[in-house]
C-alpha cells in the first residue's frame, strides 16, 4: 500500500494568530507548523494527522484489501519539565471482505532521567478490526538511550489486558540524520 500523509498543524490553543510557515524536510510527511511549538503553560499541543492508504496489492492474491483505507487520528500533548505526556485515539474506514471499522485509544507518559535515558509506560485499547478478531488493550512499558546525537537504543515491552493473551517486546536501533 502507498501511504498518504496529510497536513499536520500544531496548534497554540490559547494564541491562535501564530503564522503558519510551510516546512518540508523529504524524510518525512509535509506537514504544516505553526510557530506556537511555544505552548502555553497551561494549553497543550493538539495533533491531527489523517491517513490514506491506496491499495497497490492484489486482493485476489491476499496482498491488502484492494480498498481504500482511512485512517483519522487526533493526539494532545502536554509537557512539564522533564515530564511529557500525550493521549488521543482515532477512527479507522477499513472496508473489504471480513474487515470491520475500527477505534483506537491510548495514553501515555514519559520521563527524561537525563539527557541519556527517557523511561515510559502506556494504557493502549484497539477494537477488532476484522469479523474473526477481538477488541484488544494493553500497557507497555519502554524507553531510549542516547547514545550520542545521532545514535538512539530504543525498547519496550507490551502485555495485553484484554483479547489474546501476548507479550512483546522489541530491541531498535535509530540512527538521526
Known amino acids: 500500500m502507498l501511504d498518504f500523509f496529510t497536513a499536520c498543524r500544531t496548534v497554540a490553543a490559547e494564541d491562535r494568530s501564530n503564522d503558519l510557515l510551510f516546512s518540508h524536510d523529504p524524510t518525512r510527511p509535509t506537514r504544516l507548523l505553526s510557530d506556537a511549538d511555544n505552548v ?3 494549553l ?6 489523517p491517513l490514506i492508504e491506496i491499495p497497490t496489492g492484489d486482493e485476489n492474491k491476499q496482498l491488502g484489501s484492494g480498498k481504500v483505507q482511512a485512517y483519522i487520528p ?7 519539565g522533564k515530564l511529557t505526556t ?3 485515539g482515532g477512527f479507522s474506514y477499513n472496508p473489504g471482505l471480513g474487515q ?3 477505534g483506537f485509544a491510548g495514553w501515555q507518559a ?3 532521567f537525563s539527557e541519556v535515558v527517557t523511561l515510559g509506560g502506556e494504557v493502549f485499547y484497539q477494537t477488532a478490526n476484522s469479523q474473526d478478531s477481538e477488541s484488544s488493550g494493553g500497557f507497555n512499558f519502554g524507553g531510549f538511550i542516547n547514545l550520542n546525537e545521532n545514535n538512539h537504543i530504543l525498547f519496550s515491552l507490551s502485555h495485553s489486558i484484554s483479547g489474546a493473551a501476548a507479550i512483546t517486546g522489541y530491541i531498535g536501533y535509530q540512527l538521526t540524520i
Do not use: C, L, M, R
Open 40 to 42: 502555553t503553560e497551561t
Open 44 to 49: 497543550p499541543q493538539i495533533g491531527v494527522f
Open 86 to 88: 500525550y493521549a488521543g
Open 74 to 80: 487526533a493526539w494532545v500533548q502536554k509537557s512539564w
Open 110 to 112: 514519559q520521563y527524561d
Open 100 to 102: 470491520k471499522n475500527w
